[in-house]
């Protein structure tokens, strides 16, 4: 079921708007990729996922813009398809389909509807309200007509086997299989580049559990080091401490910690949280101050750059790329897909 959405078109776009817009298709031909380089210099060749980690963020965003036109183009082909399908079903056109089982059903919007929606929009507009209120009264109709055969179409997926096959753009990302909570086998991987330092990324900690509760079995989460040192001072120390603490069994334990509390992150904080936690101080701090871990942080960094990864936190499910501050909803949208694809259960099927 479609959502109700508001009538934001201009007055006097929507005066010219009084013929029924029918339900339309777009197809695009998508074009091949190409494993060869885009660019050689002095005989070094610059491939294409270089370029992510130069523009990363942009680019995954394009195609993520892309992957949604698509996407909105498909849903209306599907749902031309299904009107061609039930018309043939019923012996009748598709547009006397439609009127019969749509248009017949909507009633004229009444005089203070379209008084109402003419205040609105006044602005718009120097013509009074009775000069214009038959169009305005169409507008409405039209609009709502249009929303409910997009509703109708909709309705007709349960009559019919549809399977989706567009998939959304995806980045490969790997990760530490020892930094990794939940079922290790789950069918979904939520990769999490995040900085211990940075206030966004311990607000999605939270969400994060609640997630993997809800999921159970279903999605495991990694975690990825990526210290925004130049804003963040301790960051990169932070994230050498989570190895350390690894060293000795107790990653999550000291991820956890030190996420709980922000403003014990310096050298000192970070030594009293890990004998806390019943880690051997003396190795610990010896651990720290030696930097052992210091490259193997740069490696993180470096990872998450190459996939396009330039603040925190940003995640990526199954390789569908997410960055920033998210809702549950956003998870589960696409932890829910992935399931679908791979033939597991989501969230919303469950609680069926």
Same mark, same amino acid.
């Given at each position: 079921?479609? *959502?109700?959405?508001?009538?934001?078109?201009?007055?006097?776009?929507?005066?010219?708007?009084?013929?029924? !817009?029918?339900?339309?298709?777009?197809?695009?031909? $998508?074009?091949?990729?190409?494993?060869?380089?885009?660019?050689?210099?002095? +005989?070094?060749?610059?491939?294409? /996922?270089?370029?992510?980690?130069?523009?990363?963020?942009?680019?995954?965003?394009?195609?993520?813009?892309?992957?949604?036109?698509?996407?909105? !183009?498909?849903?209306?082909?599907?749902?031309?398809? %299904?009107?061609?399908?039930? !018309?043939?079903?019923?012996?009748?056109?598709?547009?006397? %389909?439609?009127?019969?089982?749509?248009?017949?059903?909507?009633?004229? $919007?009444?005089?203070?509807?379209?008084?109402?929606?003419?205040?609105?929009?006044?602005? /718009?507009?120097?013509?009074?309200?009775?000069? @214009?209120?038959?169009?305005?009264?169409?507008?409405?109709?039209?609009?709502?007509?249009?929303?409910? *055969?997009?509703?109708?179409?909709?309705?007709?997926?349960?009559?019919?086997?549809?399977?989706?096959?567009?998939? $959304?753009?995806?980045? =490969?990302?790997?990760?530490?299989?020892?930094?990794?909570?939940?079922?290790?086998?789950?069918?979904?991987?939520?990769?999490?580049?995040?900085?211990?330092?940075? $206030?966004?990324?311990?607000?999605? /900690?939270?969400?994060?559990?609640?997630?993997?509760?809800?999921?159970?079995?279903?999605?495991?989460?990694?975690?990825?080091?990526?210290?925004?040192?130049?804003? =963040?001072?301790?960051?990169?120390?932070?994230?050498?401490?989570?190895?350390?603490?690894?060293?000795?069994?107790?990653?999550?334990?000291? =991820?956890?910690?030190?996420?709980?509390?922000?403003?014990?992150?310096?050298?000192?904080?970070?030594?009293?949280?890990? !004998?806390?936690? +019943?880690?051997?101080?003396?190795?610990?701090?010896?651990?720290?101050?030696?930097?052992?871990?210091?490259?193997?942080?740069?490696?993180?960094?470096?990872?998450?750059?190459?996939?396009?990864?330039?603040?925190?936190?940003?995640?990526? @499910?199954?390789?569908?790329?997410?960055?920033?501050?998210?809702?549950?909803?956003?998870?589960?949208?696409?932890?829910?897909?992935?399931?679908?694809?791979?033939?597991?259960?989501?969230?919303?099927?469950?609680? *069926?």
């Amino acid at each position: 079921m479609l *959502r109700q959405k508001p009538v934001k078109a201009s007055l006097l776009t929507l005066l010219c708007y009084l013929s029924l !817009a029918t339900l339309c298709s777009a197809q695009a031909k $998508p074009q091949a990729g190409t494993d060869g380089p885009v660019a050689v210099v002095a +005989g070094q060749p610059i491939y294409e /996922q270089d370029l992510m980690s130069v523009a990363g963020p942009s680019l995954l965003d394009l195609r993520k813009q892309e992957y949604k036109l698509k996407s909105d !183009a498909l849903n209306q082909s599907i749902r031309k398809k %299904l009107i061609e399908v039930e !018309a043939k079903k019923k012996g009748l056109s598709t547009e006397d %389909l439609l009127k019969q089982e749509v248009d017949s059903k909507i009633s004229d $919007p009444s005089d203070d509807v379209a008084k109402g929606y003419y205040l609105a929009v006044k602005s /718009q507009t120097t013509l009074p309200f009775e000069q @214009i209120k038959s169009q305005v009264k169409q507008l409405l109709k039209n609009a709502e007509i249009q929303q409910a *055969r997009e509703q109708y179409a909709d309705s007709l997926r349960d009559k019919v086997e549809v399977s989706i096959l567009l998939q $959304p753009p995806v980045v =490969h990302v790997d990760y530490d299989t020892a930094r990794v909570k939940g079922n290790t086998d789950a069918l979904v991987t939520i990769v999490e580049f995040a900085d211990f330092q940075c $206030p966004f990324c311990s607000g999605a /900690q939270p969400m994060l559990k609640e997630v993997l509760a809800k999921y159970k079995g279903k999605v495991k989460l990694a975690y990825q080091d990526f210290p925004l040192s130049q804003i =963040h001072q301790h960051a990169e120390i932070a994230a050498e401490a989570s190895r350390c603490a690894l060293a000795q069994g107790k990653y999550w334990e000291m =991820h956890d910690a030190m996420f709980a509390d922000q403003s014990k992150l310096d050298e000192v904080a970070l030594v009293k949280t890990a !004998a806390g936690l +019943g880690l051997d101080q003396n190795s610990f701090e010896s651990c720290l101050k030696s930097g052992k871990y210091r490259a193997v942080v740069q490696r993180d960094v470096e990872a998450g750059s190459q996939a396009g990864v330039n603040a925190t936190p940003t995640f990526f @499910i199954n390789g569908e790329f997410l960055s920033g501050p998210q809702s549950d909803a956003d998870f589960t949208k696409i932890i829910d897909r992935q399931l679908s694809i791979l033939g597991g259960k989501g969230l919303a099927q469950a609680s *069926r």
